[in-house]
C-alpha cells in the first residue's frame, strides 16, 4: 500500500523559514514524478476538492529536474533523496502570501511540462501540514 505523509507544518513569523517533508512507504522510486500542491486554508475547511489545488513545486524521483510555480521561484527549494523515499520543501522568506494547507503528491509515471504542477495527473496524495504565516 502506498502512502504519503507530511510533516513541519508550522505558524512562523514573515521572512522566517520552514523545511516541510513527505515520507513514502510502499513507493518504488524511479521514473516517477512528485510535488508539493497548497491549497486556501478556507477552502481545506469547506471540503473543497484536491483539484482546487495550486502546484508550489514537481520534481522526478532521485532529485531531477526541479520546476517551481512563479510566486515561489529563488525562495522554496523541492528535493527528493532516494535513499530516504523522503520528498521535502525548503521554504525560505516566508510570506503570509504563503498560508495554506500543504500536500505531497506522486505520479508514477514522469508527467511533463505545465502538467506537473497541476493536480489532474497525480494519483497519490498525503494527508496535508499546515503551514501559517503571520506578518
Known amino acids: 500500500r502506498i502512502q504519503l505523509l507530511e510533516s513541519g507544518g508550522a505558524s512562523v513569523q514573515a521572512g522566517g523559514s520552514l523545511t516541510l517533508s513527505c515520507a513514502t512507504s510502499?513507493?518504488?522510486?524511479?521514473?516517477?514524478?512528485m510535488a508539493w500542491f497548497r491549497q486556501d486554508l478556507d477552502d481545506w475547511r469547506a471540503g473543497v476538492g484536491s483539484?482546487?489545488?495550486?502546484?508550489?513545486?514537481?520534481?522526478?524521483?532521485?532529485?531531477?529536474?526541479?520546476t517551481y510555480h512563479d510566486s515561489v521561484k529563488g525562495r522554496f527549494t523541492i528535493s527528493h533523496d532516494s535513499a530516504k523515499n523522503t520528498l521535502y520543501l525548503q521554504m525560505n522568506n516566508l510570506k503570509p502570501g504563503d498560508t495554506a494547507m500543504y500536500f505531497c503528491?506522486?505520479?508514477?509515471?514522469?508527467?511533463?511540462?505545465?502538467?506537473?504542477?497541476?493536480?489532474?495527473?497525480?494519483?497519490?496524495w498525503g494527508q496535508g501540514t499546515q503551514v501559517t504565516v503571520s506578518s
Open positions: 483539484e482546487w489545488r495550486d502546484g508550489v513545486a514537481s520534481i522526478y524521483t532521485g532529485g531531477r529536474d526541479p
Open positions: 503528491a506522486a505520479a508514477r509515471s514522469q508527467i511533463m511540462g505545465d502538467s506537473r504542477l497541476r493536480t489532474k495527473l497525480y494519483t497519490y
Open positions: 510502499g513507493y518504488p522510486s524511479g521514473r516517477d514524478t
